[in-house]
T-cell receptor, first 114, second 116 residues
Framework: AQKITQTQPGMFVQEKEAVTLDCTYD???????LFWYKQPSSGEMIFLIY??????QNATEGRYSLNFQKARKSANLVISASQLGDSAMYFC???????????FGAGTRLAVHP | ETGVTQTPRHLVMGMTNKKSLKCEQH?????MYWYKQSAKKPLELMFV???????ENNSVPSRFSPECPNSSHLFLHLHTLQPEDSALYLC???????????????FGPGTRLTVL
């Protein structure tokens, strides 16, 4: 069975510091994709970053980077230089098999303090 | 309009009512999805449509009935709902996977549903 686990219900970080949000996954498919989404209090899901299972290098998108450790089945999100606007729920998700469907973790609520 | 839109944004209905949620994508994608987000639960995939054909139904009760008349529109018809169906319903679209790469889903703003 496919599963995403986010063990941190809540995290806080000081503005301008870096923070790591944890994500582990489980799948028997050799091909899969890993995603991180941000959900502000307004409710919309915002795509942040993607990592393919065959990608050799960790994905980066601006202040976001994905620390992909395939053997440990982990895909942690690193946010550098946190901003107040980064306060939101963050979801790790996985797509495997057909039709690009996503399985989500429970999410981590990040609070950025000034 | 760009991206994925959903209407209405908020809906309050009684258990005997019939209502529909609408989703429209302007991205030229070939797959559309319905998700349910309840308080204190992970997002749950409800339905997947690929090229207007339903390809997945995750054991969703029959009181939820999806419809995909074309690749740009997706509906979720609701009837005789229960209070526990109150949740945020999110629609998403994407291009299907190709060549071992998966594509991100683009989400609409959601419909906040309250069943009294």
């Amino acid at each position: 069975a496919q599963k995403i686990t986010q063990t941190q219900p809540g995290m806080f970080v000081q503005e301008k510091e870096a923070v790591t949000l944890d994500c582990t996954y489980d799948t028997s498919d050799p091909s899969y994709g890993l995603f991180w989404y941000k959900q502000p209090s307004s409710g919309e899901m915002i795509f942040l970053i993607y990592q393919g299972s065959y990608d050799q290098q960790n994905a980066t998108e601006g202040r976001y980077s994905l620390n992909f450790q395939k053997a440990r089945k982990s895909a942690n999100l690193v946010i550098s230089a946190s901003q107040l606007g980064d306060s939101a729920m963050y979801f790790c998700a996985m797509s495997a098999g057909g039709y690009n469907k996503l399985i989500f973790g429970a999410g981590t609520r990040l609070a950025v303090h000034p | 309009e760009t991206g994925v839109t959903q209407t209405p944004r908020h809906l309050v209905m009684g258990m005997t009512n019939k209502k529909s949620l609408k989703c429209e994508q302007h991205l030229g994608h070939n797959a559309m999805y319905w998700y349910k987000q309840s308080a204190k639960k992970p997002l749950e995939l409800m339905f997947v449509y690929s090229l207007e054909e339903r390809v997945e139904n995750n054991s969703v009760p029959s009181r939820f009935s999806p419809e995909c008349p074309n690749s740009s529109h997706l509906f979720l018809h609701l009837h005789t709902l229960q209070p526990e169906d109150s949740a945020l319903y999110l629609c998403a679209s994407s291009q299907g996977p190709a060549g071992g790469e998966y594509n991100e889903q683009f989400f609409g703003p959601g419909t906040r549903l309250t069943v009294l």
